[in-house]
Each structure stands twice: as C-alpha cells, then as structure tokens.
C-alpha cells in the first residue's frame, strides 16, 4: 500500500515536472519572439529613416551610384518597351553585402574605424558616399576632413604662379601658368560680357589654414598654414572669373586670429557670420563657394590632362540641409561641365550626413552653394592653380547659360 502511495507521488511529481518544463519553453519562445519582433522593427525603422532622410540612399543617389547597364536593365523588367544597349554589370556579393551593412548598421565594410567611431572621440569614421561619380573614381575612397596641427610648410612658393622654386621630387613643375597679359592677337577676339560693377559669386574659405605638404618635410604633421593656405587657390579662383566676366567677390579671412577663443569645430558657425554679411551687403551674389584642401594623399587627388597635372576636385552636399537636392542639382553641373572639359579632373560629388561633421556646410542659406575640395596634402599651389583656372572657366560658362534662359524666359513673359 505505501509503495502505491509512493508510486502515485512520483507519478504526480513527474507530471508536475513535464508541465514546468512546458511552460518554461514556451515562456522561452515568447520571450525570444518578442525579442525578436522588436529587433526587427528597430532595424526596420533605422532602415526607413535612412531611406527618407538620407541623400545617398535615395533612388536618385541609387541610379547615379549603380552602373549604367545594371540601371538599364531595371528599366527592361518594368519597361517591356525600352531596351538597353549597354552592357550589363552585376553587383558582386561583396557590394551587396556592404550595401546592406551601411544601410542598417552605419558601419562601413571599407572603413575599419567605423566600428569605433560611435564609441571613442576622435575615431569619426568618414561619412562620405559617392553620389555621382567622377570618371576613373575609386568608390571605396573619399574625401576626407582632419582637424589641423599648427604648422607652416611654405617657405619657397611663388604666390602668382604657384611654383615651388626648392627641388621638389613631387609635382615639381618649372613652367609658369598663363600670365594676365593678353597674347599677340588677343585684341581682335570677341569682346566678352560682364557682370559690370556687380559681384555674382562669392568665395570663402571655412578651414582658411589649409596649406600643402612640401617636399622633404616631416610628414607627420597636419600642412597649416597662417598665410600660404588654400585662401590662394579662392583668390586666384576670383582673378580668373573677373577674366571671364563674373563679378567675384573672395573673403580671405583668417578666422584663428579673427576669432576670439577661436574653436576649429565651430569652423562653419564662424564662415556662416560671413556668408551671411556678404549677402546682406550685395543683393547680385548668386553663386557661391566654399573652398577647402583635402586631406587625402596624392595619388587620390591628381591628375594628369595634356601631359600637366591638375589638382583633383570633390564636391560636398550636406545631408543636414533640407534642399541639398538642389544643391546637389548646382553641383552636377560644374561636375558634368568639368568632366567634358577636363576628364578625370572631378572626382564626383559625395554626400555627407552628420555622423562625422556639420553636414550642413551653409548650402542652406543659397540653393547655389557648394563645397568644393580642391586637392590633397601632397598637391603643389601650382597644380592647385591649374584646377581653379578650370573652374573658372567652367563655372562661367553655366553662369552665362543660366543668364540667357533667364533672359529668355523674361522675354517670353
């Protein structure tokens, strides 16, 4: 009788176990099906943020990004009618699979500094993605922004020409750039139009300091410089748009010492006060331009055309900016025009969100405003130049054209 007792409390015992171990798994699964559910709609909804806000994951970033024949055949699935000649390139699964981690996780497969720079100071990963590509454009390299070490490399540049007169074993060039004087001939040509007394484009430099690496030098140093700096490269971009007829108006100020505790973070609050005088002062500005030097090395920023070398440029939209799309669209042009005229001179135009800078960069105070990076650490003034004498002449020929649409358009009305 008591062996029964016993049996049947082991039995009892025995069930109340298996019904605990049930209510426990199944405690489990809902607890990992929650868990579950809310990870997938958190990267859910990071995935759609970034898709509606983000300049670079929007469709038109998408097609300018993607090549042509992969494009082409997007339109042949949805478009029986249209057919593509160009030859189709598929995405490997690498790209693919880097795609997909910056569009969820902001971790860039190329960048290994990504996976720190939510977590230490100091380590910002480069935020930059290829909007549109220039020709010859490695993807995986953009432009980069650093923080300057007071320095002051330049001690043997000519400031008209831009040449260095030490030996160089870089980019040392002893043929001087076009001088002011019109050539024999010069007077029988078409006279040029002009904006008159009007200043139709303003140039300013934020990170006013930015010089170049001599040759030679202890490169361990960030190039800056208090007076041969980048604001050469804006003053000769000025000269050679007066040639050209375009009112140019340039701000060399030297903000370290215009500022008051100056704070090379605040770089963009500090040329923000100055775009905004400039415009307050002259209802005519139109175009303006935000010159910089990149921090990349040479062989990122140069370019051989017609056997000179030319500084390389990228062009920066802030993803900040609510209208960058039309920035954008003012950008594109000077890219397009430049690659016709100078291929290879354009290395595209890169997006920049607020990860890693302003990402505003004051492109919202003028829908015609970029940043514009006119070569690297290791370019010479004169090969710089040489780049802001391309722009010159590119930057006036969309200004004209602009001007007789407008012409055109007042007529019509």
Do not use: C
């Not at 298996?18 to 995935?47: N, P």
């Not at 076009?178 to 002009?194: F, I, R, S, Y």
């Not at 001179?345 to 514009?372: C, F, H, M, P």
């Amino acid at each position: 009788m008591k062996r029964r007792i016993m049996l049947l409390d082991i039995g009892r015992e025995s069930k109340r176990m298996r019904q605990l171990l049930v209510t426990g798994r199944t405690f489990a699964l809902l607890s990992f099906s929650s868990m579950l559910f809310f990870v997938m709609l958190g990267i859910a909804g990071i995935a759609h943020q970034q898709t509606t806000k983000s300049p670079v994951n929007s469709m038109k970033g998408f097609a300018a990004a993607v090549s042509s024949g992969f494009f082409g055949d997007m339109l042949e699935m949805e478009m029986p009618a249209f057919h593509s000649s160009l030859e189709t390139e598929s995405f490997t699964t690498k790209q693919i699979s880097a795609f997909l981690m910056r569009a969820l996780t902001d971790i860039n497969p190329n960048d290994p500094k990504s996976l720190l720079a939510g977590e230490l100071p100091g380590m910002s990963a480069n935020d930059a993605i290829l909007i549109r590509k220039g020709l010859g454009t490695d993807t995986a390299v953009g432009p980069e922004d650093n923080a300057p070490i007071t320095y002051d490399p330049l001690g043997g540049i000519n400031e008209e020409t831009g040449v260095d007169v030490s030996d160089n074993e870089v980019g040392n060039e002893t043929d001087p750039l076009p001088t002011d004087e019109p050539a024999e001939g010069d007077n029988d040509e078409e006279v040029k139009p002009t904006t008159g007394g009007s200043k139709v484009v303003f140039i300013y430099h934020s990170h006013n300091r930015e010089s170049w690496y001599p040759v030679l030098t202890d490169k361990s140093k960030d190039p800056n410089s208090s007076t041969k700096n980048i604001t050469l490269v804006g003053k000769r971009l000025a000269q050679k748009l007066e040639e050209e007829g375009i009112g140019a108006q340039h701000s060399d100020t030297d903000y370290p010492t215009a500022i008051k505790n100056y704070r090379w973070e605040l770089s963009y609050k500090y040329s923000m006060k100055t775009v905004k005088e400039a415009i307050a002062s002259s209802k005519d500005l139109k175009f303006f331009f935000d010159l910089h030097r990149d921090s990349q090395r040479r062989k990122y920023t140069t370019v051989e055309i017609d056997g000179k070398s030319y500084a390389q440029v990228y062009f920066i939209i802030g993803h900040r900016n609510p209208d960058w799309e039309k920035n954008e669209a003012f950008a594109t042009k000077i890219h397009e025009e430049l690659d016709k005229k100078y291929p290879g001179i354009s290395r595209g135009i890169w997006g920049k969100t607020a990860a890693s800078g302003n990402a505003e960069y004051n492109q919202s105070l003028a829908t015609d405003s970029v940043l514009i990076e006119v070569g690297g650490v290791d370019n010479t003034l004169e090969e710089s130049y040489r780049t802001a004498d391309a722009l010159a002449e590119v930057i006036s020929n969309i200004y004209w054209a602009d001007e007789k649409v407008s012409a055109k358009n007042g007529k019509a009305n």
